[in-house]
């Protein structure tokens, strides 16, 4: 699999690399947070990341002053397993390189997305980068060790489903995921919306 870099411009489809902000103390606060040996943890919302004084500048100049929730996701994940995408674009921050596997929402035919399509990109240590509203994405890859990634989002995304939702695809609040049929998801009853390989970022 070719690895793109965020700086490519392969990556205008899918985001753009914030050029403004000071993500030191969001940063130093991350470097605190559990990240796990074999698997990931995903915290939606954390008070002391919410905390920084960055999240102000976020709010307003990314979110145009929607209520927002900072978290994070850590660990060693290397496979793609699920594609996922939300109402709205996503903000990553990443504390060391970290491989994005992403994908375009225009691809979903018929409710499945074929895997030959997804492209890799690199973010380097300390760059944030916004993926935009149609960028399917899901848990970041490591590229060497442990990753830790800042995750920016409206406030209460990524919740527990509402109640009375019919769509399939409609995992939790304001996330709609699409399943490979090897992942754990889809073995506890995600939508199996992927085909082709479960790639894997070695």
Same mark, same amino acid.
């Given at each position: ?159 527990? *489903? ?6 399939? *695809? ?33």
């Amino acid at each position: 699999m070719k690895i793109y870099s965020v700086y490519d411009k392969e990556f205008r489809e899918f985001g753009e690399v914030l050029e403004h902000g000071d993500f030191t103390e969001l940063l130093k606060v991350l470097s605190t947070k559990p990240s796990p040996l074999d698997g990931t943890i995903y915290v939606p919302s954390d008070k002391d990341l919410e905390s920084c004084k960055e999240k102000e500048n976020i709010e307003i100049n990314a979110f145009g002053g929607m209520p927002i929730q900072i978290g994070y996701c850590n660990g060693t994940n290397q496979m793609l397993n699920c594609l996922e995408y939300h109402k709205n674009s996503e903000i990553n921050i990443v504390e060391s390189d970290t491989v994005l596997l992403l994908g375009k929402l225009q691809d979903v035919l018929d409710g499945k997305y074929d895997t030959s399509l997804v492209k890799a990109f690199m973010v380097p240590k300390g760059v944030g980068v916004e993926l935009y509203e149609t960028s399917l994405h899901y848990a970041p890859c490591k590229a060497d060790g442990n990753f830790r990634v800042i995750v920016v989002l409206p406030k209460g995304t990524n919740l527990e *489903k509402p109640e009375g939702a019919k769509c399939p *695809k409609l995992y939790a609040k304001n996330k709609w995921l699409l399943a490979h049929p090897d992942s754990n998801e889809a073995k506890n009853g995600a939508y199996i919306g992927l085909t082709g390989e479960n790639l894997k970022v070695e």
